[in-house]
């Protein structure tokens, strides 16, 4: 079934920077490859063989590249490739709020790859590496499926991997991006547009050509954004037949789709750039810049780096400024800035004496733009030591001479990777993110953390979120999967409060390898938010146990106040079973405890709320 049809090719010459940039434009317009609905879904069974571990960015061969590359440079504890000149920031005393949170998709695919996306009408779309999870706000799981039934439903039969999700405020729905394939005769760019607001009532399912220019390539580690008019992905394409690194990685591209045409299901027109270059070199690894406050209109900025140098000060930056409605043939410009302090290649971050997290390289892995400032991190080289942090930089666009502000975080106890952003300002001129992150140590299990930056009052200390139960123990040897990114979205009607997920350790005794990985979801709110009564339970040591449970269920809680609470039971659907109890209690501990004799086995949920139904507690419950 041919789905896409090649249209035109052009081939442009554009002189800019003091050199002349060739680049390529090919159109193309993209049938529907199929409507994938969940009318007749039965429940996923999550199947997946272990073994099968997702690419790795840029190959194989590219890995083997740069793990001899930190063994050589990180080996000698003593030495950093990174200068240490550091721009002061005065610490903000305001953290953000950590407002509740719940474990997330269960372990799939190797490695988590989580991103996250939320309706204004509160659902979470939660994808990792084989499965996209719908969740509402109270972690009420209310559809779950694998990427490979996605795909495998349109008749695309290898791997799907890598997936990414947005959420469009402006047309009040959801899209998501995976790869299908490897290889230049197996590769798709899968696109899958929401029928409407909610997830579960379908989705328009297209496959852009993973090897556009027939030229041998397979597509790589998308990264997305949309603007008003347009929706963009972009891809490293890699040489099938390599053998080396240097030979493995061919160029970095652009694809620019016209998202109104994906929303009703019609003809989708596209147009892929090719030949992202910088004084004859391509460009390797563009990250497209989302909008802040709220989604921007018709051009799009790029963002790049050397990112396998051990030490550079160079950023790139790529800026297409017309939609495709405006111009069927948009081109791009491409300019190079320097940063106020250099990152480099991090190091993997250690996760025992003898094991650690692989951190890939440098790139950045998010950004947001407001009001002409774009903020963006990544992945980078401690200053003072040889150890895994992440970077924020900043870059004002309305300034005439333009520069990276480029900041690098440090703790004495924890190694970072993996960030993301998103702006959490009441207005456009209100210059505040909150910046999510994973963290490991020896002393510490794999877990997700958070920073608050306000323009006006810095940075605030690190917001501990959660730490797993467990180390990571999935793949022979000593070095295991860390990324290969995380997930960060505002939700655009309440401003202030951001939804990340992120990596943790999970310890399975059930399963033959019994150290895993899963995701972990999170709530947070800007402490300068309009939301201003958080209202929470605090836990005893013990607070639910046991869980799984048979028969007996007990949940142990602690109140600073006299509270009037109702305990509702609800199944894996969200349907209410039962309200269990409601009761006015008085401040200081309490024990819950119910029978479960009469359920079937399956997850359930406890929700917790009070007089003003208000939700203070949730927890998922496994009933065996």
Known sequence: MKVFKYVSSLFLLLTFNNYTQAQTL???????????????????????????????????????????????????????????????????????????????NLFGGIPNDNDIAISNEGII??????????????????????????????????????????????????????????????????????????????????????????????????????????????????????????????????????????????????VVHGDVNFQGLPIRNLLPVKGGFDIKNHEMYFISNRNFDMANDTFFIVKITESIEQNEDPSFTVQSVLASQEYGMPPDAQQTSSTFLQTNDARPLSGIIENGVIHFVGNTVRLTSNKASVYHGKLNTSESNWGVELEIFEDDDLEYGYPNLSFTGQSYFDEQLIISFNHISIDSFPGVSAIFFSEAEGYSERLHIVSGDSKVNLLPGSFERWGDYSGSQKKYNEPGTVWINGFMGSRNNLAFSKDQHKTFIAKLISPDSLSTEIRQISSLPSLLYPNPVVNQFYFQFEIQSDEYLVFELFDIQGKLIDKLLEEQLKKGAHEFLFMLDQLSQGAYTLQVSNSNKELIFTEKIMKH
């Open 26 to 104: 090919e159109r193309f317009e993209v049938q529907k490859r199929g409507t994938y609905t969940f009318e007749d879904l039965t429940p996923s069974w999550h199947a997946n063989i272990f073994s099968r571990e997702a690419p790795y960015p840029g190959s194989d061969t590219y890995r083997n590249y740069i793990h001899q590359l930190k063994q050589l440079r990180y080996s000698d504890e003593s030495s950093t490739g990174v200068k240490t000149i550091k721009t002061s920031k005065k610490i903000n005393n305001q953290q953000a709020i950590y407002s509740l949170g719940f474990e997330g």
């Open 125 to 270: 779309v939660s994808v990792s590496n084989s499965d996209m999870y719908v969740y509402d706000e109270s972690g009420v799981v209310l559809l779950d499926v694998g990427l490979d039934e996605f795909a495998d439903s349109l008749g695309l039969l290898a791997n799907s991997y890598d997936p990414k999700v947005i959420y469009d405020p402006t047309e009040d729905k959801f899209i998501m991006v995976f790869l299908n394939g490897n290889s230049s005769t197996s590769t798709d760019i899968v696109l899958c547009f929401s029928q409407t607001n909610d997830p579960s009532q379908g989705w328009h399912v297209y496959s852009l050509p993973g090897n556009p220019f027939n030229n041998n390539a397979w597509s790589d580690f998308p990264m997305i954004a949309i603007t008003e008019q347009d929706f963009f992905v972009t891809v490293n394409h890699i040489n099938s037949d390599s053998v080396s690194w240097q030979t493995g990685f061919m160029q970095s591209v652009i694809w620019q789709v016209k998202k109104s045409d994906g929303y009703v299901g019609s003809v989708i027109n596209t």
